[in-house]
């Protein structure tokens, strides 16, 4: 898988391999493969160690089965060969994987020929060693507290809370609180979820194999231990048997009184992504139904919850084909949807890490592909289905997947992860409404906090949100709970900027956001962060003075914070008049030119009024025009008639003087001679 290789990474490989081989007896004498090795491990253990010895110094098997009807030389050949054309660097590493699983110190007592006693530092100071059944064999494990840079972490240097005897809780560090109970094999990509002050973990990867049992730790007592799940029977909402086969790399939401197991990888895996419900009251797993068109079952995907839905995107197929599809799940219909959303999405990743802001902005933060990591942040508007790549500011994170994150109000925590090289070291923040990162803590070496595949939740502690960090793998897989207390520094500190609010982000939240001076505001540093000491049953004078002097620092500490808010409070109200003059003067220019488009308006009336009278005057001349014409042609048909007229009655006088004439001159009428 690719989260395990760039695991990986950050192994000394072949020194250490070779360290470690020689460690559990693996040095090429004749006498390093028999007695010494099979009494040191168990029979599967050796063998396995045996095949990647093997694999790592000579290559694959090609040697012929041997002939000898000894069971174990059958073994030893049959666990070479099945481990096929694996390269030399997969043997290396396993084979240290699996001796670090087997004895966690092998490399200090390997790197010191003269045993060191290991001291055990007890909050309590009373050294409790407690049996863990593993795999049916039981061993001892002793709880202890990591040392920072060679020496043991001295408490009073610290900014701590003391909630009873034995108990310390750090702001702004993570720290390992004191667990009982029987915990959880060591594992990563499983999945976790708090419901009522208790942490539920399900399922994960152990040294390659898939995990379905199921543990609780409660928050109160910080106890662990084991539910016994049932599986429920066929039902109208699973017609089916419910197959709860192994799982890794899938998400685990909370929803109502149950628990969602979504997607993830299994040894078999299904066409599509199957949704899988633990009821908290009647401990019994079933198989929803679901309808609509599934999206093609995954792993490394990130699932939200947002109002009734889950919004799904991402992750690694069975064929390790990476996506980058987006679905939603209506959880009241329990209908799929695939969305298919404008903008640039983010390229095809698993391993990322995703959170709803608003309960309308996605964004999708880092992830990894084959070849490469991410640090680039996605947003998607829910709303108007659209994806942006907005402009990050501050310390930004550096690539990582595997990665784990929750929100606390607008405060986005990302811890753990890693790339080619190294695990991530940093816990940081983003505001997601300004989109600025701030690093709350760092952890030095290769700790669980700098792992990948770990699970970070948000659970509550006297009133107050903490979060809880647990397993991951970094070489090693580990079943550590750490636990970290944000102060209200590190949720106010990326609120805080020299520079306006860049144009990205007003694209995401359509508002501005007031400018601050990054500086001038809650730079107090060590000596700057809230202490609180509560002490039972302690009533010596020592103790006594101790708790004045610090409720003296407190009051101190609050002071200089105060002050540190009554300037910035002057600040915004400067910056608030300032804005209110400029509004003021906004608004007389607006008047001002709201009188001169009415001015505008009127004239703009008044030349329209002017010109429907020309229209009108224009009609009836046209009128007036066309009775003229009729006019004209009335008179040139009169005029007509009249030359007519006159020309008859000139040809008629003409007629008429003739006859007279011809009287006169004793001539008769020619009608009186036509009558003749």
């Known amino acids: 898988m690719a989260t395990m290789a760039r695991a990986s990474s950050g192994l000394a490989y072949p020194e250490r391999f070779y360290s470690a081989a020689s460690y559990a007896g693996f040095d090429g004498s004749p006498s390093s493969n028999n007695k010494d090795i099979s009494s040191r491990f168990s029979n599967d253990v050796a063998l396995i160690l045996y095949a990647l010895y093997q694999q790592a110094t000579v290559g694959p098997c090609n040697v012929p089965k041997p002939s000898s009807w000894s069971p174990v030389e059958q073994s030893k050949w ?12 997969e043997a290396m590493r396993l084979f240290v994987k699996i001796l670090e699983e087997e004895e966690p110190g092998w490399y200090s007592r390997a790197s010191n020929p003269v045993s060191e006693p290991v001291i055990d530092v007890q909050m309590n100071h009373n050294s409790k060693v407690e049996p863990i059944i593993e795999n049916g064999n039981s061993f001892a494990e002793t709880k202890t507290i990591s040392a920072e840079n060679g020496s043991l972490m001295e408490t009073q240097d610290k900014d701590v809370v ?15 609180p004191p667990i009982t109970g029987q915990p959880p094999k060591a594992r990563y990509e499983h999945g976790a979820a708090v419901v009522q002050d208790k942490m539920y973990v399900y399922g994960g990867n152990h040294n390659g194999r898939y995990l379905c049992d199921l543990h609780v730790l409660d928050l109160r007592s910080w106890t662990w231990s084991k539910i016994d799940a049932k599986v429920g029977p066929e039902s109208v909402e699973s017609p089916s048997p419910v197959n709860m086969a192994p799982c890794a790399g899938h998400s685990l939401i909370p ?13 078999d895996p299904s066409e599509t992504i199957h949704v899988k419900s633990f009821d908290l009251q009647t401990g019994t797993w079933s198989m929803l139904k679901t309808y609509g068109k599934a999206p093609v079952s995954r792993g490394g995907q990130s699932v939200t919850l947002v109002g009734t839905t889950l919004v799904i995107f991402g992750g690694q197929d069975a064929k390790r084909t990476l996506l980058n599809d987006l ?13 298919d959303a404008v903008g640039v999405p983010p390229s095809p990743r698993s391993d990322h890490a995703a959170a709803v802001h608003a309960e309308r902005y996605l964004l999708i933060f880092g992830g990894g592909s084959h070849a490469t990591c991410f640090n680039d942040l996605h947003v998607l508007d829910l709303q108007a289905m659209e994806w942006s790549r907005p402009t990050q500011q501050g310390e930004i994170p550096t690539p990582r997947a595997g990665h784990a994150g929750v929100t606390v109000g607008e405060n986005w925590f990302i811890a753990g992860g890693g790339d080619n090289k190294s695990g991530a070291s940093e816990t940081v923040v983003l505001n997601m409404f300004t989109l600025v990162w701030s690093v709350v803590t760092s952890v030095k070496g290769r700790v669980p906090l700098a792992s990948e595949g770990l699970s970070l939740v948000v659970g509550s502690l006297n009133g107050e949100d903490i979060l809880i960090s647990f397993g991951g793998y970094n070489g090693r897989y580990n079943s550590e709970v750490n636990v970290l207390k944000p102060s209200h520094k590190s949720t106010l500190q990326s609120k805080i900027m020299e520079a306006p609010v860049p144009d990205s982000v007003s694209a995401v939240h359509n508002a501005t956001n007031p400018t601050r001076d990054l500086e001038s505001e ?20 020592p103790m006594k003075s101790k708790g004045e002097e610090t409720s003296e620092r407190i009051i101190a500490t609050l002071k200089v914070e105060k002050e540190e808010l009554e300037s910035s409070l002057n600040k915004e109200k400067l910056q608030s008049l300032q804005l209110k003059q400029e509004l003021a003067e906004a608004e007389a220019r607006n008047t001002e030119l709201y009188k001169e488009l009415q001015s505008v308006r009127g004239q703009l009336a008044a030349e329209q009024s002017r010109c429907f009278k020309l229209e009108v005057d224009v009609a009836e001349l046209r009128q007036k025009l066309q009775t003229m014409e009729t006019l004209q042609k009335e008179l040139e048909l009169l005029q007509r008639q009249k030359a007519a007229s006159e020309q008859a009655a000139l040809n008629a006088k003409r007629q008429g003087s003739g006859g007279v004439w011809g009287w006169l001159s004793g001539s008769p009428p020619q009608n009186a001679a036509d009558d003749a």
């Open 78 to 89: 049959k666990s070479w060969q099945q481990l096929g054309n694996m390269v030399s660097t």
């Open 162 to 176: 003391l909630e009873g005897l034995g108990s310390v809780v750090v702001y702004d560090q993570w720290i390992a």
């Open 255 to 267: 929803w109502e009184n149950k628990l969602l197991s979504i997607a993830g990888h299994t040894k």
């Open 327 to 339: 679905y939603i799940l209506d959880l009241e219909t329990m209908t799929w949807d695939e969305i």
């Open 522 to 541: 809650f730079e107090v540093g060590q000596e700057g962060k809230i202490r609180e000491i509560v002490v039972d049953n302690v009533d010596s004078e």
